[in-house]
Structures are given as structure tokens and as C-alpha cells.
T-cell receptor, first 110, second 112 residues
Framework: SQQGEEDPQALSIQEGENATMNCSYK?????LQWYRQNSGRGLVHLIL?????REKHSGRLRVTLDTSKKSSSLLITASRAADTASYFC??????????FGTGTRLQVTL | EAGVTQSPTHLIKTRGQQATLRCSPI?????VYWYQQALGLGLQFLLW???????NRGNFPPRFSGRQFPNYSSELNVNALELEDSALYLC???????????FGPGTRLTVL
């Protein structure tokens, strides 16, 4: 079963705009990870944020985590056509396995 | 540094047959995870191996099994294939300290 929901399910923006995706989860976590998936291929690891962190940056990516609301957001700034993909959040608790959200499909048009 | 590798890329089988999928983790990683991504069901945890032992399994029937070899590579076996086993099977590895999991390109299994 899925840990939670991602919002929106799909997002279409123009190149250069920012894209924000949200993820909600249900149980306590040790960390939360964001992944990108292009056209049903493997998952590319983007960023990991620990439960005691509130914000993390990596290049054009900014991730926030609010454990009181059990939610996280991924911001991609100055989007490019190559950012077109599905984005998933995944939580890790004591059981070690990752539990994935439902994903957001991002379309960046020229 | 080489990433996680999986073979084969594609696999086509018929109902009732057996499928074997293989995964090689990143060098130095001792834990291997298997996930299934079936259409409409999202990414589901299948199995976790660490140091050659099965540590946890998801909500899948016993015909899904696997093993981990001394070199930490892993095999996923699916017996008595059913049509609904058609999916992308993803393998991930981690060093375990922070459970940052890195994925391979996947094996797409089609059951006819």
C-alpha cells in the first residue's frame, strides 16, 4: 500500500518556471527521499532529508520537511524540458524498506 | 563508480512459467531491495536482503522469492507466473547507514 499522496498528480509548466510538488505521509519516519523516473525506467535518487532536518538544497532542487504535518515539498527552480518526468517521494521508517507516494507527473514545455 | 545494474532489461514469459531477475549492487553496498511497479498499483516493496539473509518481505505470495550471494548480488525468482505479475521490477542497494537507496534501470517482465 502507498504511504501517502502526492499533489498534484500532474503538473504542466513552461521552461524557466518553478515547479512545486507536495508529498504527504502517514507514519513516523527516519528520512524522506525524492526520486525522478523517466518514462517507466529506473528511479534516479535526487535528495534525502532526515527527520530532524527542515530544509535541504541540491542544485536547482529545494526540499522541505514538516514532520508535524507529515508533509514534504520538492521545488525545482528554473525548470528545463529535461526535467520532464515523474517524481516520487519515499519514506523510510524503522522497517528500512521505502514506502512510495503516488507520484507527480511533471511536463515542462518549451 | 558503477551504479546498480539489472538483467535482463526485458523478459517475456507465459503464464505458469518461472522468471529469474538479477541485480548487482553498487560496490560496497551490502543491502539489496526489490520493488515491483505494476500499472495502477504504484511502487511496492517486495524483498530486502542484507548480508545474505532475507530481512523483510512485502505483502506478496511465497512464489516471489530470492536470494543474495556472497558478492552481495541478488536474484529474484517468480514462480508460476500470472498475468498480473507483468510489471517493472526495480532493484536498489544501500550501505544501510542512512538507507539512501540507489536504483537500477529495472527489468520489465511481461507475462502473456
Amino acid at each position: 500500500s502507498q504511504q501517502g499522496e502526492e499533489d498534484p498528480q500532474a503538473l504542466s509548466i513552461q521552461e524557466g518556471e518553478n515547479a512545486t510538488m507536495n508529498c504527504s505521509y502517514k507514519t513516523s519516519i527516519n528520512n524522506l527521499q525524492w526520486y525522478r523516473q523517466n518514462s517507466g525506467r529506473g528511479l534516479v535518487h535526487l535528495i534525502l532529508i532526515r527527520s530532524n532536518e527542515r530544509e535541504k538544497h541540491s542544485g536547482r532542487l529545494r526540499v522541505t520537511l514538516d514532520t508535524s504535518k507529515k508533509s514534504s515539498s520538492l521545488l525545482i527552480t528554473a525548470s528545463r524540458a529535461a526535467d520532464t518526468a515523474s517524481y516520487f517521494c519515499a519514506t523510510s521508517g524503522t522497517a528500512s524498506k521505502l514506502t512510495f507516494g503516488t507520484g507527480t507527473r511533471l511536463q515542462v514545455t518549451l | 563508480e558503477a551504479g546498480v545494474t539489472q538483467s535482463p532489461t526485458h523478459l517475456i514469459k507465459t503464464r505458469g512459467q518461472q522468471a529469474t531477475l538479477r541485480c548487482s549492487p553498487i560496490s560496497g553496498h551490502t543491502s539489496v531491495y526489490w520493488y515491483q511497479q505494476a500499472l495502477g498499483l504504484g511502487l511496492q516493496f517486495l524483498l530486502w536482503y542484507d548480508e545474505g539473509e532475507e530481512r523483510n518481505r512485502g505483502n506478496f505470495p511465497p512464489r516471489f522469492s530470492g536470494r543474495q550471494f556472497p558478492n552481495y548480488s541478488s536474484e529474484l525468482n517468480v514462480n508460476a507466473l500470472e498475468l498480473e505479475d507483468s510489471a517493472l521490477y526495480l532493484c536498489a542497494s544501500t550501505q544501510w547507514e542512512n538507507n539512501e537507496q540507489f536504483f537500477g534501470p529495472g527489468t520489465r517482465l511481461t507475462v502473456l
